[in-house]
Nanobody, 117 residues
Framework: QVQLVQSGGGLVQAGGSLRLSCAAYGSTFNIKTIGWYRQAPGKQREVVAT???????NHADSVKGRFTISRDNAKDTVYLQMHSLEPEDTAIYYC???????????WGRGTQVTVSS
C-alpha cells in the first residue's frame, strides 16, 4: 500500500508561481513512476509530468519550459514547480503513483490550483 499526501496549491495571478508537494508513505520502494495529473472542469484527467524510479522525467507539451517535476528521495517527496502560470492551468492537481505490484495507480486527494487573469 502507498499513501500520497499532497500540499501546496491555491490561488495565484497569471504569470505567478506555485509549488506542489506530494509525500509518499508506505511501500514506496514499489513505486515505479510517480507524477502529477490535473483535471479541469468538464475535462478528462490529463498527465502533467512524471518521474520514474530511475529519475527519468516527462512533461506534457503544454507545460514544458514552465513546470518542473523533481523529487527528494530521502523524503519520498515529489514536487511540481510551476512558473508562468496561465488561466488554462486552472484545475485540480492530483499526485499519482504506479507501483510494480498493482495494476491501478494510487492517487492523492487532489489540490485546487486557480490562476486568475
Amino acid at each position: 500500500q502507498v499513501q500520497l499526501v499532497q500540499s501546496g496549491g491555491g490561488l495565484v495571478q497569471a504569470g505567478g508561481s506555485l509549488r506542489l508537494s506530494c509525500a509518499a508513505y508506505g511501500s514506496t520502494f514499489n513505486i515505479k513512476t510517480i507524477g502529477w495529473y490535473r483535471q479541469a472542469p468538464g475535462k478528462q484527467r490529463e498527465v502533467v509530468a512524471t518521474i520514474t524510479s530511475g529519475g527519468t522525467t516527462n512533461h506534457a507539451d503544454s507545460v514544458k519550459g514552465r513546470f518542473t517535476i523533481s523529487r527528494d528521495n530521502a523524503k519520498d517527496t515529489v514536487y511540481l514547480q510551476m512558473h508562468s502560470l496561465e488561466p488554462e492551468d486552472t484545475a485540480i492537481y492530483y499526485c499519482g503513483a504506479q507501483t510494480v505490484d498493482r495494476a491501478s495507480p494510487y492517487w492523492g486527494r487532489g489540490t485546487q490550483v486557480t490562476v486568475s487573469s
